[in-house]
């Protein structure tokens, strides 16, 4: 057989084809280390000596008198036997 094909020749298309365009690549530099921390410092406050105070503070206030007293608690109550048990008092 002598001639053209009888196949259609694949004809170019008309409109282009949708091509997906990459998004360009910001670059940024690379970011500055942190600072270290700052010492704090404090302000230095003048020493004074301490005076020697008689009794001006009672060694060991008896809280579950407290207790009794300003709470109202029983003589058996659970609260005045824990404190019983915790302070000793």
Do not use: F
């Not at 282009?16 to 670059?27: C, I, L, M, S």
């Not at 301490?50 to 609260?79: E, H, I, Q």
């Amino acid at each position: 057989m002598t001639g053209p094909s009888r196949r259609p020749k694949h004809a170019t298309p008309a409109t282009p084809q949708h091509t997906v365009e990459a998004t360009p690549v910001v670059r940024r530099p690379p970011a500055a280390p942190p600072a270290p921390p700052r010492p704090r410092e404090r302000p230095r406050r003048p020493q004074s000596p301490v005076p020697d105070l008689p009794n001006a503070v009672p060694k060991a206030p008896n809280v579950c008198a407290l207790g009794r007293r300003y709470g109202g608690w029983r003589a058996d109550s659970p609260a005045a036997e824990i404190c019983e048990r915790t302070y000793g008092h």
